[in-house]
Structures are given as C-alpha cells and as structure tokens.
C-alpha cells in the first residue's frame, strides 16, 4: 500500500516547465495547428540528437552542442503537444522515454568515439561512467513506478544532466562536465534508491496496522 499522503518532491524540472509553460504552451499549439503529431517531434529530437553525436565524434565539439541545444526544446515541446491533443497516454509516455535514452546515449557515444580518437582513454573511462549512472538514474525510476512508488527526485535528472554536460561540449571541455556527471547521475540514483526504500518501508507499516486492525475488527 503506498502512502498516497506523501508530498511530491519539488524538482528543477517542474519548476522549468512551469516558468515556461506559457511559451511552451504557444508552440505546442501552433504545431498542433500545423497537424505536426507529438511523435514527429520526439523523433525530430532523436535525428538532431543523433546528429550532433557525429559532429562531437567528428571533432565538431561546438557544432554538436549547438545541434543538441537545438534539439533539446524537443522533448518538452512534445509532451505539451500531446496534452493539449487529450493523447497524452502510456504509450506516448513509453515512447518518448525511450527516445529520450537513445538521443542520451548518441551524446555520450559521440564523445566516446572523441576521446578515443584522441587516445583520451582516463575520458573514455568517464564517459562510460557518466552513461552507465544517466541509465541508473532513469532505470530506477522506471523499476520504481512499475511497483507504484513514485521517483520523481534526485539531484540530476534528465534536464540537470543536458544543462551540466552542454557548456562542456560547447566549449569543448567535455571532461569537466563528464566528472560532475560521472559522481553526481550515480549519487541521484542512491537518492532514488532511499526514497524507494522509505516509501517501501512506510508501506510496510501501514499494512501491518491495517492487519492488525483486521484481525482485531
């Protein structure tokens, strides 16, 4: 039984889509105008995303960044596409998740063709840690929703991590932004972790007095 009493945790992210809600609201509706579908615009995201991959794994560190910078509006915009369509269900949620961890991994798969062409391996390395904990972020939340226990929280979701890794790319010191990510995606998940243990542990309780309750009734 979970607490359903709990306060959702406040996170960068709602507060984003909030301050910008107005905006993001005028585009959503000026795309549905044009008869564009909330999906297009996922993959949109994914092609730009993809395509800055190759820039960064070209040596085109600044050119990548611009492209990702470009692409990144995407994945908000098609989610208001999608509310205000009355689509916004489980599939549509399923599918720009995804999305949203493939456009995650042609960034870091980039910089690790970038790295290893430059005989970088000690960045390599950070970039395999950097990928292995956004995975974990985004897993943990995944696993802990499909057993009814939100995991909304952490220091560095999905927004925080392209916020940190883009001023490296750009100005192409992709190492500094990859040691933030490399120590602070898996500290995010540990976060996701306790928050799961607690909900789980109040659940726990709740049904035991419930029970108790039961066999006293």
Avoid: C
């Amino acid at each position: 039984m979970i607490n359903e009493n709990r306060p959702e945790p406040r996170t960068f992210t709602a507060f984003l889509r909030k301050t910008f809600k107005g905006v993001l609201d005028s585009a959503a509706a000026f795309m549905n105008g044009l008869g564009v579908h909330p999906n297009l615009v996922t993959f949109l995201g994914l092609v730009g995303n993809l395509a800055a991959g190759v820039l960064i794994a070209l040596g085109h560190l600044t050119w990548g960044g611009v492209l990702a910078l470009l692409a990144g509006p995407l994945d908000a915009l098609d989610g208001a596409m999608a509310r205000q369509r009355g689509e916004a269900g489980h599939y549509g949620a399923f599918y720009d998740s995804v999305i949203d961890r493939y456009s995650e991994i042609a960034l870091y798969g980039g910089l690790l063709i970038y790295f290893s062409k430059t005989d970088s391996w000690q960045n390599a390395l950070l970039v395999f840690f950097a990928t292995a904990g956004s995975l974990m972020v985004s897993y943990t939340r995944a696993r802990a929703e499909a057993l009814q226990f939100p995991a909304k929280i952490g220091l560095l979701t999905r927004v925080e991590r392209y916020i940190v890794l883009m001023p490296g790319v750009l100005f192409r010191r992709p190492e500094i932004s990859l040691w933030i990510l490399a120590v602070l995606t898996h500290f995010t998940a540990l976060q996701r972790i306790w928050y799961v243990h607690q909900q789980a542990r109040e659940s726990g309780r709740a049904g035991e007095r419930q029970q108790r309750k039961d066999n006293h009734g």
